[in-house]
């Protein structure tokens, strides 16, 4: 039976004319090799994958550049996902047979050599030719298009050379130029793989559906390859790989940029050297098949530019917005600087080398990390200053390591010469200063930076210690302290993120190898700790120190190790001004729109070693060699102003010399300058604005039980949870009796309710992570969050952090030393945790007020005890924050009752001069009754630094000291003639406490100490000079405790309670010691 099997439309096959002679003749050429080289494939074994696959991304991407300008050759970009699968995904393919004469050899090359079939047409009829792009994969998209126009050009005009067709590790072919949705080719002899593309289209039997329905497009790739060196699983891994690149919107994202990043020259000259003859038909929107063409970009709109030194790296961002925003802005370009801006730009970068060499000849021998090589970083950030200004934002704040941070303090905060010569000299600091102070490339304030326009906008500049990148964190939190001190004025949180800006500064060493920056990147996206967007500038002078950037990072860029955080990178030139200002520009604005963190990745170089006096010719001599015959950028950027007839000859010498007559009247300024008036002044407390907290009354304290423990009707909360706060409601009696947690809530609430603002962050603190807290509960049914309570006297945070201990830390430390009358709580998941933050201890937090004058109420929580979790989960290093104990500056803590944490909370909030509060938390004691607190504990409001029990005074013979879980334990096994003195408060150290103990006790014979640490950890040695300085030596001094170690306790449960037993039975026998003092 015959059927009509045409498609819809064609004409039907007519009678032909009569059959014409048969012709023969001998193949010669182009046809004779072309055959011969079909004769030698036989001899290959060989077998097929085929695969297909819908296409509807690539065609979409496809036809949005081209209505942008762009026609892109589908042949082309499948040429690209080939090469760079081959490359980094499925080396396999790279295999081919090799016979030498006498053994099949098996090569696996190094790159890539993609062969592309070239269809030729000649009097004589099509022939096909395969020249070869070698190393394919290194290319970019454009230069792949390059090399594919270029060649196919030489094969139709015949003059490609013979080496370029050979050495194919791979091929490219095309079945579908007529219509074919799929071939399988020969695979010639040489190479290992051959891949055929069909034509993209409607799938076979949809076509009519397709004429009213929404069909995706479909393209079939087969594999052809030699089964000696290639596997089947090879080839299907392959094609899967290509596949998947050719509908990843990240593959074409990147090859998008690669695009835009090329000069338009470059694609121009593709119109005429077009890669039109490596044909693959393909569907378009119509659903018919063509032929594609890379066109000549668009040209960018009249009066639209950007400078070469401007490379935008967008291709991994997720948001499609933020995509084309940055691929628009390249195709079109931003408005050049003005030639006043340009000129500022230029007297700015001439003042900053004036300045920077002054004090290098003027100070000899003294560091001060210049930034000369880097100039234009400064440029751009005074770029963001004045666009911040003109828009209206009252502050920036900047956190920055050392480099350059004179030139900031000079020409961003304009702050007098004077003062910052007088750092310099050494009579300028009285004697009487009372802090110990900070070098000067250390040291931060606040100025104003005043734009040419009129604007002007506060700049805060946060002191830094010597860890380069810790202050990033600490510089964000100060950030989003600010702007919620507008949302308190009424202002929305995205109005008051438009009111202070964030920039952070990193040198490019630091910014690889130090990993507060990658936890500080993963910040700017949770909501506790969004500001909005944060612009970073990546000094990039090439030397870390003295290693080279090989030594430094495994990455190509230093930024690339953030990539991973949907962050754009502009990279730029630091020898191209006009560039720096754009880029800063373009940040600026991509921040004001998208609201996230954006870099701008300067590259320059360092003109000195790492400071003034160190010398880098030991180490890079050439490159310094380079760099001594380098000319500074300001007189780069005056010969490109010169040029453009906007400055005379003379203009840099005229403006050096008037810059360097200022330095030097400042000097002489600087001679009498007190710093120390400016120093009481900056970043002192500000006046306690919140009322006092008022006592509390019995009824207080049940009410706000009640209110956070009875059931809701718009949170079901969890049965089992429910039943827990059942339980206490029903013990709520006459003399009922108050828990850890339920004190911690007492306090929040009141602190709130008295108008302190209040975070409480880290890890899993909604729950906590024994279960105890519960401030924030869940919908059992819907997975809702809810908190317990309504706290609305004042702004109130809680949220479980990232698995992050650096950054939270100083997020919370940089918050609180800028909004001094508020209140952060940041709690560790278990104590030893905190050893991660120890910089942010050590550099900030304790040393902050005597290095800065910077105060914060800034509050740890870190749970601490021995309780047979072994060595990690034991202790939170007591020992380490008492050694940085010293001048008053702060408080640390280990209450043991409900009361006593209450207390603790509330005095910190209360405070007339703040202090950071370090408070070790019990674990077990969270649900013990000895732990559990009267009613009137609470209403008396007094926080105890001892609490004693135990033997009465007079007949008291042994008084024991401990600190802690091991003090409660010890209470519970006193004897006859044993006093028991719980030390809560171990900084200050309660001296006339113990004094008051010790003279009351008529009897006393011992003193001793009690601790579960090991004898080198937790209090004892700390302690022991104390009370030798107290006159207490006359007595026998004693400690019982846990052997010296390493290892902070023991892994095995057995070991440990043996441990804990002997301690507890020596330390309440009189007379028993471990050892005695003397």
């Known amino acids: 039976m015959l059927q009509n099997t045409s498609t819809s439309g064609s004409t039907p096959a007519q009678p032909g004319p009569a059959p014409e002679p048969t012709s023969r003749k001998v193949l010669r050429g182009r046809g004779a090799a072309l055959a011969r080289n079909m004769e030698a494939s036989l001899s290959v074994p060989t077998a097929s994958t085929i695969r297909t696959f819908e296409v ?25 996902a080939m090469a760079r699968a081959a490359q980094q995904q499925v080396p396999a393919v790279r295999r081919r047979i090799e016979n030498d004469g006498s053994d099949l050899v098996l090569v696996e090359e190094g790159t890539v050599n993609l062969g592309v079939a070239v269809d030729v047409e000649t009097a004589a009829g099509h022939s096909i030719m395969v020249p070869v792009i070698e190393d394919a994969a ?42 074919s949705t799929t071939g399988v080719p020969l695979l010639p002899a040489g190479p290992g793989i051959i891949v055929a593309a069909g034509a993209i289209g409607i799938p076979a039997g949809l076509e009519k559906l397709a004429a009213t329905h929404p069909v995706d497009p479909v393209l079939t790739l087969s594999s052809t390859y030699d089964h000696r060196a290639i596997q089947g699983a090879d080839s299907g891994s392959f094609l899967g790989a290509v596949e998947k690149s050719l509908r990843s919107q990240e593959f074409l994202a990147q090859l998008e940029q690669e695009i835009l990043q090329n000069e338009p020259d470059a694609l121009l000259g593709l119109s005429e050297s077009p890669a039109e003859d490596v044909r693959l038909a393909e569907y378009n929107s119509s659903g018919s098949n063509e032929v594609a063409r890379l066109e000549p970009v668009r040209a960018r709109d009249e009066g639209s530019w950007l400078p070469n030194g401007v490379e935008i790296e967008f291709a991994h961002l997720s948001d499609p917005a933020s995509r084309t925003w940055l691929a628009d802005l390249i195709r079109h370009g931003t408005a050049q600087p003005t030639a006043d801006r340009r000129l500022q730009a230029l007297n700015l970068a001439t003042k900053i080398d004036v300045f920077e060499t002054y004090l290098q000849t003027q100070f000899l021998g003294q560091k001060t990390l210049s930034v000369q090589g880097l100039e234009s970083s400064v440029l751009g950030l005074a770029e963001m200053a004045g666009l911040a200004a003109g828009k209206g934002y009252a502050q920036t704040v900047l956190g920055m390591a050392h480099r350059g941070r004179l030139s900031i303090m000079a020409h961003i905060l304009n702050w007098p010469m004077e003062r910052i010569l007088a750092e310099f000299l050494p009579t300028a600091r009285s004697t009487a200063h009372a802090r110990s102070g900070d070098v000067r490339q250390h040291l931060g304030g606040s100025g104003t930076f005043s734009d040419t326009n009129g604007s002007s906008l506060g700049v805060t500049l946060e002191q830094n210690p010597s860890h380069l990148e810790f202050v990033g964190p600490v510089a964000l ?80 860029w230093p930024t690339d190790v953030i990539r991973g955080f949907d962050v754009p990178v502009i990279h730029t030139d630091a020898d191209d001004v006009d560039a720096n200002l754009v880029a800063a520009r373009i940040a600026f604005e991509y921040r004001e729109r998208f609201g996230t963190d954006i870099v701008i990745h300067v590259q320059g170089y360092r003109r000195h070693g790492h400071n003034e006096t160190d010398e880098p010719r030991y180490t890079q001599p050439v490159y310094y060699n380079d760099i001594d015959q380098h000319p500074p950028v300001h007189e780069i950027y005056a010969s490109t102003l010169a040029g453009a007839g906007l400055v005379q000859d003379t203009y840099v010498d005229t403006t050096r010399a008037e810059a360097k007559k200022h330095l030097v009247e400042a000097l002489e300024k600087a001679r009498v300058f007190d710093l120390n008036s400016v120093i009481n002044q900056e970043f002192t407390s500000r006046p306690h604005v919140h009322a006092k907290l008022k006592s509390i009354t019995a009824s207080w304290v049940s009410d706000v039980l009640d209110a956070s423990e009875q059931s809701r009707e718009d949170v079901a909360i969890h049965p089992k949870l429910m039943r827990q706060f059942d339980k206490k409601r029903s013990l709520r009696g006459q003399d009922f ?147 940085l104990a010293a001048r008053d500056n702060a408080r640390i803590l280990i209450p043991t009752t409900a009361a006593q944490y209450f207390n603790a909370l509330v005095n910190a909030a209360a405070m007339d001069e703040p202090r950071p509060h370090i408070v070790f938390t019990p674990k077990s004691l969270l649900r013990a009754e000895s732990a559990k607190s009267s009613v009137e504990d609470f209403t008396a409001g007094t926080f105890h630094p001892v609490l004693a029990t135990g033997a ?54 011992e ?72």
């Open 56 to 80: 509807s991304a690539l065609m979409e991407w496809r036809e949005r550049l081209r209505s942008q300008g762009f026609n892109v050759p589908i042949a082309a970009v499948l040429a690209t």
């Open 138 to 179: 290194r290319l970019t998209f454009p230069e792949l298009v390059e090399h594919l126009g270029q060649l196919s050009q030489e094969c139709r005009a015949g003059t490609v050379a013979v080496a370029k067709l050979r050495g194919a590790s791979l091929i490219l072919t095309s079945t579908g130029r007529f219509g």
């Open 477 to 556: 939190g100060a950030v989003k302290a600010k702007q919620d001190e507008f949302v308190a004025e009424g202002l929305s949180e995205d109005e008051a993120r438009r009111k202070v800006l964030p920039v952070l500064l990193h040198g490019d060493a630091a910014f690889t190898g130090q990993g507060v920056v990658y936890e500080t990147f993963n910040l700017q996206r949770l909501e506790p700790y969004n500001v909005g967007g944060t612009i970073h500038i990546v000094q990039d002078n090439r030397l870390g120190f003295t290693a080279t950037p090989f030594q430094l990072r495994s990455t190509a």
């Open 737 to 883: 009796l108050v828990d850890w947690g339920q004190a911690e809530l007492l306090a929040l609430k009141l602190i709130n309710q008295a108008g302190v603002p209040l975070r409480l962050t880290g890890e899993d603190v909604e729950r906590g992570t024994f279960s105890h807290r519960h401030i924030v509960v869940h919908d059992a049914e819907t997975g809702d969050k809810a908190e317990r309570l309504t706290f609305g006297g004042a702004p109130f945070l809680v949220a479980n952090s990232p698995l992050t201990e650096v950054a939270t830390v100083g997020f919370e430390y940089g918050y609180g030393r800028t909004n001094t009358d508020s209140l952060q709580l940041w709690e560790a998941q278990f104590g030893d945790f905190v050893n991660v933050a120890q910089v942010m201890f050590d550099q900030f937090i304790m040393a902050g007020r005597d290095k800065w004058g910077r105060e914060s109420r800034f509050v740890a929580l870190l749970p601490h005890g021995w309780e047979g979790a072994g060595p990690e989960h034991s202790s939170a290093r007591l020992e380490r924050f008492l050694q």
């Open 952 to 1005: 009465p005074s007079a007949s008291t013979r042994r008084i024991l000291l401990a600190a802690g879980k091991v003090g409660v334990e010890a209470k519970e096994r006193l004897g006859e003639g044993v006093r028991l003195l719980r030390i809560e408060q171990l900084y200050p150290f309660p001296h006339e406490e113990i004094m008051r103990e010790v003279s009351a006790a008529g009897e006393l014979e």
């Open 1007 to 1078: 003193v001793v100490w009690l601790q579960e640490e090991p004898e080198n950890m937790g209090a004892w040695n700390y302690v022991l000079p104390k009370l030798l300085k107290m006159g207490l030596g006359r007595f026998r001094l004693g400690y019982v405790g846990r052997p010296e170690a390493a290892s902070p306790a023991e892994g095995y449960s057995a070991e440990h309670k043996a441990a804990q037993e002997r301690l507890l039975a020596t330390a309440v026998q009189p007379g028993a010691v471990d050892y005695r003092i003397g």
